[in-house]
């Protein structure tokens, strides 16, 4: 017979495993900062980005104008209670490669965003560096993911990569994006965004497998720290031969064609994800262990309490 304290010893082992819970399925948004967000349901979201804050080649921040900082402002009040965190530089931003090209740079722009994080309550901050196309830049970059991370973390703030394997995805080491808590990955753009692009959906469901293959054979392989990211947005070509489309919001395309279906992703030479799809991605993620989604961008959708929502479809996906 064992003593009486083995045994409740090993029950209180068992009751610990027994009521463990699995850290929650993150969905995450984008809320830019051109737009004034009334119509984001926070709701449903448990991480928020607002993009983009920009830097000065010395290292300082570049402040938010008038009409930013009251974006800001509104962000920050309505995503109250939830992950808040400030993404830095977006696509075609010129600031991030000046400011990274000195160690004096990076050290300061650092700071100020530690700073900045702390001033405005937030939770951390979102690298989003893209289009790197060489070896300088690709090597700034590391540099300034691993300042970033010191000082971030010294604080007890989290770093968030966002990367899309094309536009120059060979550029980023897996060793760069392992300073950063997660990675996110921008699934979308793969089609109709540049001049001879052929025609098809620029966010396919075998466009999700294809990227995270990518960075799982570049080295990074830790499923749980992936979020998968999602478009609210889509493109309209001007044939079927493909070339540069025009970036069309999904609320507009719904506006544009409301008898569609939620399975429909293409029509009259506009390409998109539907609910259904975005309820397959959503899904997918889940049940293969990543940790979460991510949303570009939140004022693109329908009201979630409307069937065709894409948030509601996600919602929908992370309860299955």
């Known amino acids: 017979m064992r003593p009486i304290y083995t045994i409740?010893?090993?029950l209180l082992i068992g009751c610990t495993k027994?009521?463990?819970?699995p850290e929650s399925f993150m969905v995450g948004g984008y809320v830019p900062s051109w737009t004034n967000g009334s119509t984001i349901d926070y709701s449903k979201l448990t991480h928020v980005f607002f993009a983009f804050l920009k830097a000065k080649s010395d290292g300082s921040?570049?402040?938010?104008?008038?009409q930013e900082q009251a974006a800001f402002d509104k962000f920050k009040t309505r995503a109250a209670g939830k992950q808040r965190f400030i993404s830095l530089g977006g696509g075609g931003d010129e600031t991030l490669p000046a400011m990274a090209a000195t160690e004096e740079g990076r050290t300061r722009f650092?700071?100020?965003c530690v700073q900045f994080c702390i001033d405005n309550e937030l939770q951390g901050a979102d690298m989003d560096w893209e289009m790197i196309r060489d070896n300088t830049n690709a090597a700034n970059f590391e540099a300034l993911m691993k300042v970033m991370s010191e000082q971030l973390h010294a604080k007890k703030l989290q770093?968030?990569?966002t990367v899309a394997h094309g536009w120059g995805g060979e550029y980023y080491s897996a060793k760069s994006l392992k300073y950063a808590d997660w990675i996110q990955l921008m699934v979308y753009d793969q089609a109709g965004s540049w001049a001879d692009s052929p025609y098809g959906?620029?966010?396919t469901f075998q466009h999700v497998i294809d990227a995270v293959d990518f960075w799982k054979r570049k080295g990074y392989t830790k499923t749980a720290n992936m979020v998968i990211g999602l478009p609210f947005y889509g493109y309209k070509f001007k044939s079927a031969t493909g070339g540069l489309g025009e970036q069309v919001g999904y609320n507009t395309i719904v506006n544009w064609f409301p008898f569609l279906t939620n399975e429909t992703n293409e029509h009259n030479l506009v390409v998109f994800n539907g609910p259904a799809l975005?309820?397959?991605k959503t899904v997918y993620a889940k049940r293969k262990g990543f940790k979460?989604?991510?949303i570009w961008e939140m004022t693109q959708d329908v009201p979630s309490d409307q069937p065709k929502s894409l948030l509601k479809a996600i919602e929908e996906g992370v309860k299955e």
Not at 18 to 21: D, E, G, L, M, R
Not at 61 to 66: K, Q, R
């Open 8 to 10: 409740a010893f090993l």
């Open 18 to 21: 027994s009521t463990a819970q």
């Open 61 to 66: 921040l570049l402040p938010f104008g008038p």
């Open 110 to 112: 650092a700071a100020a």
């Open 159 to 161: 770093l968030v990569a």
């Open 201 to 203: 959906n620029h966010a």
């Open 278 to 280: 975005i309820k397959e």
């Open 292 to 294: 979460g989604v991510m």
